[in-house]
């Protein structure tokens, strides 16, 4: 049975949940938001599945094996626009689609609660574009690929890398022939319950929310700019300097614990893909648009060497270093650091408002009005990179 003594050594994957021959362990919400495991004693048998399943229990360093590095764009400018970065996980799962399997992926409810599901129709990939800055609830996904799997589907499921080391350790000796694993370059996950509270904020001030784009790409892509539609017509659209989710999320408030001690940052990964952003494009290859967006791939596989080969009527697909391609990645290696006003900040936001916190640890300075005033200049000339450059060194 597992006993969690402390929150890092949780990464909040549901893998013990599917696992559970009794249905007695439950995903709970904690004062932070995350879930963690719950156990009901009474009909726990100890037959310790949950233990065995565990990817933070069960790590253990691999060989490396070297990937091979490459830089795509989809050809469809439209999937492009909808994508965070360059649209390669769309031409992946169409593949998929086409040889009449089932993808799995992260999608936005209408109540803009962050959970994974599964679409088998090429129209319903839109769900899985785009990201989304909170923790993905996987639910009972991970039985649902070993049904399908038992029935010769092929499947894909993408998501972080604590997830799909979470499904990998609950399929255990399962045939995988048929499972392509997309996984992300991932900094952290933030609170979903911090998330909820946050949508209920900005409800309450401005109206019924109808879209959000976590990575929209209106004023470029080189920034990165969280957009909020209201149905009433109004529109938040702030960049990683003001925006008060992404300034929560980027400055270690509300990351979960195990991100900050992650096991599975590492170029040397059990997916097939994995997957990023590449605003550096133009020190790369000039030759794709940089305006579209692009992704940075890591191949780990024969099977996903494979599927690139017959995706690439899809995509412009361009191999480059492993070297060029995680220079400067800080994420694949580094854990970002809990921020040292955690505790009070969420003592404070269970007893206070939202706003008088946001007011109190995320206030408007004239040092962030600054930032966001040049930015929006800089972006009207053009020059996106430099943006960049100015925020990440402010």
């Known amino acids: 049975m597992i006993e969690l003594k ?13 696992i559970c021959p009794r249905k007695c362990i439950h995903m709970l919400s904690d004062n932070e938001g995350f879930l963690y495991p719950n156990i009901d004693i009474d009909q726990c048998i100890n037959c310790g599945l949950c233990e065995k399943c565990c990817p933070i229990i069960n790590f253990k360093e691999r060989a490396m094996k ?15 626009h909808e994508s965070t970065s360059g649209g390669a996980f769309t031409a992946i799962a169409e593949y998929v689609i086409e040889n009449h399997g089932i993808v799995f992926g992260a999608e936005m409810t209408d109540q803009y609660k962050v959970r994974h599901c599964a679409v088998e129709a090429k129209a319903d990939l839109k769900k899985f574009r785009n990201s989304k800055y ?22 894909c499921y993408s998501g972080t890398p604590c997830q799909i080391e979470g499904l990998l350790q609950y399929l255990g000796e399962c045939e995988k022939d048929s499972l ?6 991932c900094r952290a996950v933030p609170s979903p319950g911090v998330w909820k509270k946050y949508v209920a904020f900005l409800e309450n001030k401005y109206g019924k929310i109808s879209s959000i784009r976590f990575r929209d790409k209106t004023l470029g892509y080189q920034y990165s700019t969280m957009e909020i539609i209201f149905e009433n017509g109004k529109v938040l659209r702030e960049g990683i300097e003001s925006d008060k989710w992404l300034r929560m999320f980027f400055s270690g408030m509300i990351i979960r614990p195990s991100c900050s001690s992650c096991k599975f940052r590492s170029i040397n990964r059990r997916s097939d893909f994995t997957l990023w952003d590449c605003l550096n494009i133009h020190r790369i290859d000039k030759s794709l648009d940089e305006k579209l967006g692009v992704t940075r791939v890591l191949v780990h596989t024969n099977k996903g060497k494979k599927i690139l080969d017959a995706i690439g009527d899809k995509i412009e697909c361009h191999h ?22 955690r505790a009070s900040f969420y003592e404070d936001i269970g007893k206070t408002s939202m706003e008088k916190v946001l007011n109190t640890y995320f206030p408007n300075t004239s040092a962030i009005k600054i930032k966001r005033n040049v930015r929006r200049i800089m972006n009207r000339l053009g020059i996106d990179v430099i943006i960049k450059h100015f925020i990440r060194k402010g």
């Open 180 to 185: 392509v694993l997309v996984d992300l370059v």
């Open 320 to 341: 480059i270093s492993v070297d060029a391609a995680i220079n400067h990645v800080n994420e694949l290696s580094v854990s970002p650091n809990i921020n040292e006003k």
């Open 6 to 18: 402390n929150k890092t050594d949780c990464c909040g994957c549901s893998a013990c949940m599917n």
């Open 66 to 80: 070297v990937p091979e590095a490459y830089v795509i764009q989809n050809k469809d400018a439209a999937v492009c």
């Open 134 to 155: 909170v923790q993905s609830d996987v639910g009972q996904t991970y039985q649902e690929v070993k049904k399908y799997l038992k029935e010769g589907r092929l499947v």
